[in-house]
Structures are given as C-alpha cells and as structure tokens.
C-alpha cells in the first residue's frame, strides 16, 4: 500500500543523529531524530523539542568544557576532590546528569553547515534553514495537501523516520574526557516506516484542531518525520507518543517450558500524536516558506 509513497517521502526525510554521555560514564548513548526537507532553499520541517535538542548540544558542551578548564586548575589531594566537589555544584553537575550532547546532520548538505531555527511557540514544530551551502543533498520535495477536509477517522497514513540508531561512527576519548565522532565504524542507520490509522483529532485551546492521533506509536526517533497517504502526499508531522490505559489488569498463572510462572500485566494502548497538516503550512507561510501542495 506505502511501497512508493516511502519511496517518495524517503527522498527528502534525513536524520539527526545523536549521540550522549552522562557525567561519572564513559558510555556512548546513540539516538536519531528526523527532519524533512520542504523546497530547495534548504527549509525543513522538524519537531520544536528537537530544535531545542540542538540549542541544548551547544550549551551544555560550553558548561561542560568551563567546568573542566576550572577543573584543571585544582591542586592534587583532598583539597583537589573539595573543589571538583565545588565546582559541580556550581555548573549544576551531578552524577548521572547529562553532560555531553552531539548531533549530525546525514545527507542535508554539503559544504558549511550554518543553520537557523524558526521555532514555535505554541505547537511542537520548528523550521531548520540551511544557510551557506554548496549544495544541497537533495532534490525532490514534499507535496502537502491542500484540502484537509479528508483528514478524517478511518484514513491510513505512514510515517517514515530513523527510531533504532545503528551507526557507529563514535568512541569515547579517555585523553580529552569526551565523545566524538570517528571515521571509523558504520556512518549510516536505517530508516523504518509504520503505518496507523487516523483515530481522532487532538484539540489545543479554545478547541482547536492541532493534530491527529493514530492507531499506533510514533516510535522514538520519528519525531520530525511526515506522516503521508499511500499517494506520499503529507497530511502531518510525527510528534509524540500517547499512553492510554485500556483497563485491562491481568494475574494468570501460565506454563513456560512446563514450569507454571505467574504473569501480572496492564495494558496500554501506545497511539501516535502528529502535527495537523494545516499547522505545518500556516507556519512555513508565516515565515515566508514555499512548499507545494495537491
């Protein structure tokens, strides 16, 4: 049913990938998120909270790095621990607490990557302009619809982004006490479509239509993924993921390799929330951003 419409929407859907480190850990932590391209000017369409993502990588490097440059200058010994001690307090570092945080924008462009965020304020979306570049890495572009009258209870839709990161292409540096990235190790992750069926509208204040709910999860790394018909028209944008209990508490007592083992469970249903495609229009006009429609 979406076998062209991935194809379609593939062409212009890239990921952001991730990678972590909590203070006291020198475990690499990988994750993606997802944008889409939307003309050839080089705008793109992705979640606020991963905008703010990429605003929070700048800021915590530049704690980070200030809290070791004073971290440095401590005197050996028990007066030595006191101040580390001092100066976590002082930059908010605790154990656990993340301190390192670094993006990579796959297949966006070539050349200088200088981007500037539009982000709104209201509703979780935001626009990535890529300034400066060579060339952009690519050239087909999405067709959103014009008439969202038939956005309605029973349409299917796929969404299309980067949820299980399977790149490798980083280590940690024992010399620099920090992450990078290398040159070595797999640079690309997969990307993984999922199709639900549209459930019900999400209301904002005073009642209006911000979003879609679908009959299945947004996985973790789709957010800032479109969500399309089988034509790979957009019709909305991944967001979120919704929880809700269906009431249904279960103690049974089952077999298991013929060993009896007891099972207690609640079942909640995971849908997806999206961003109404009209949403993501009225803000790309607001900024002067020009997209197609059906």
């Known amino acids: 049913m979406f076998v062209n419409a991935i194809q379609t929407a593939g062409a212009f859907t890239r990921p952001i990938q991730t990678i972590r480190r909590s203070y006291g850990s020198k475990d690499v932590i990988p994750g993606a998120s997802t944008l889409f391209f939307v003309n050839k000017d080089g705008w793109a369409l992705t979640c606020a909270h991963v905008a703010r993502q990429l605003v929070a990588a700048e800021e915590l490097l530049k704690r980070f790095n200030a809290f070791k440059d ?5 005197p050996a010994g028990k007066k030595g621990s006191q101040t580390r001690r001092a100066l976590e307090r002082k930059y908010g ?3 656990g607490a993340l301190v390192e945080l670094h993006n990579r924008f796959v297949n ?40 969202s009258a038939g956005l309605q209870p029973g349409k299917f839709l796929c969404r299309l982004g980067f949820p299980f990161p399977e790149f490798k292409n980083f280590k940690y540096d024992v010399d620099t006490d920090r992450i990078e990235w290398t040159q070595k190790g797999r640079p690309s992750t997969p990307r993984f479509p999922i199709e639900g069926m549209v459930t019900r509208h999400l209301l904002g204040e005073g009642g209006k239509t911000i979003g879609f709910e679908l009959s299945t999860p947004g996985l973790r790394g ?27 508490d279960v103690d049974m007592e089952v077999l298991r390799n013929g060993k009896k083992k007891k099972l207690s469970e609640s079942a909640i249903l995971h849908v997806g929330h999206c961003i109404h495609v009209d949403l993501l229009k009225d803000f790309m006009r607001s900024h002067g951003v020009a997209f197609k429609e059906a």
Do not use: Y
């Open 70 to 74: 004073e971290l440095r200058k401590a």
């Open 108 to 147: 966006c462009v070539e050349g200088n990557l200088n981007i500037e965020l539009k982000v709104n304020k209201e509703v979780d979306v935001a626009l990535l302009k890529f300034n400066d570049f060579d060339c952009l890495s690519c050239s087909e572009f999405p067709v959103f619809a014009k008439d």
């Open 222 to 248: 789709q957010s800032g993924g479109p969500a399309f018909d089988s034509e790979g028209v957009i019709w909305g944008m991944q967001a979120s993921t919704g929880h809700l209990d269906l009431n249904f």
């Open 93 to 95: 570092i605790r154990k």
